[in-house]
T-cell receptor, first 116, second 112 residues
Framework: DTGVSQDPRHKITKRGQNVTFRCDPI?????LYWYRQTLGQGPEFLTY????????KSRLLSDRFSAERPKGSFSTLEIQRTEQGDSAMYLC??????????????FGPGTRLLVL | GDSVTQMEGPVTLSEEAFLTINCTYT??????LFWYVQYPGEGLQLLLK?????DKGSNKGFEATYRKETTSFHLEKGSVQVSDSAVYFC???????????FGTGTSLTVIP
């Protein structure tokens, strides 16, 4: 078990460009979560998947953001037409089971995005 | 809505000093409360939790007691070590279990 991994760890892009991040959960974990953490703030929940189904989305997730988990394993988070306000750390977490609880989530190291 | 407020950092302590990081919450119903730790370059890790009033969570020498009367969940450790240097987040899971809220984090540096 290698834990939750995220790629890339760092991304610098210009405003208006599209970016895509990948998250590989712990194998056999059926739930996968995305969070955003801006500087000096705690993580904010964005969305989560149970297997390949996206079950909940936060109001924070604008229509420029889209997440997929096509085969119920890895997930991608795409941001279209990036804005400087999108600069943040994007965290992924995964868990196993039916209950949607915080304490069962294992977090990855995050992808830090900087939009110039 | 539900929220978590924790003391701002950074906090710098000498090794073996006593640590307190304050956390208060606002919630309807009966939330579960957590402390997470983030070591440099690593992901968030659950440190301890408490799911009902008067519960005490403990792990690695850290403790926190769920105080409903003061809506608090302060983190304490009697004698910190250099290896405790990290960012600590207080967090809340609402009574449905479906919504999670994190505090802004408190950076702790322990010097030898």
């Amino acid at each position: 078990d290698t834990g939750v991994s995220q790629d890339p760890r760092h991304k610098i892009t210009k405003r208006g460009q599209n970016v895509t991040f990948r998250c590989d959960p712990i194998s056999e974990h059926n739930r996968l979560y995305w969070y955003r953490q801006t500087l000096g703030q705690g993580p904010e929940f964005l969305t989560y998947f149970q297997n390949e189904a996206q079950l909940e989305k936060s109001r924070l997730l604008s229509d420029r953001f889209s997440a997929e988990r096509p085969k119920g394993s890895f997930s991608t988070l795409e941001i279209q037409r990036t804005e400087q306000g999108d600069s943040a750390m994007y965290l992924c977490a995964s868990s196993l089971g039916q209950a949607l609880t915080l304490e069962t989530q294992y977090f990855g190291p995050g992808t830090r995005l900087l939009v110039l | 809505g539900d929220s978590v407020t924790q003391m701002e950092g950074p906090v710098t302590l000498s090794e073996e000093a006593f640590l307190t990081i304050n956390c208060t919450y606002t919630a309807t119903g009966y939330p579960s409360l957590f402390w997470y730790v983030q070591y440099p370059g690593e992901g968030l890790q659950l440190l301890l939790k408490a799911t009902k009033a008067d519960d005490k969570g403990s792990n690695k020498g850290f403790e926190a007691t769920y105080r409903k009367e003061t809506t608090s969940f302060h983190l304490e450790k009697g004698s910190v070590q250099v290896s405790d240097s990290a960012v600590y987040f207080c967090a809340l899971s609402d009574n449905t279990g479906n919504q999670f809220y994190f505090g802004t984090g408190t950076s702790l540096t322990v010097i030898p």
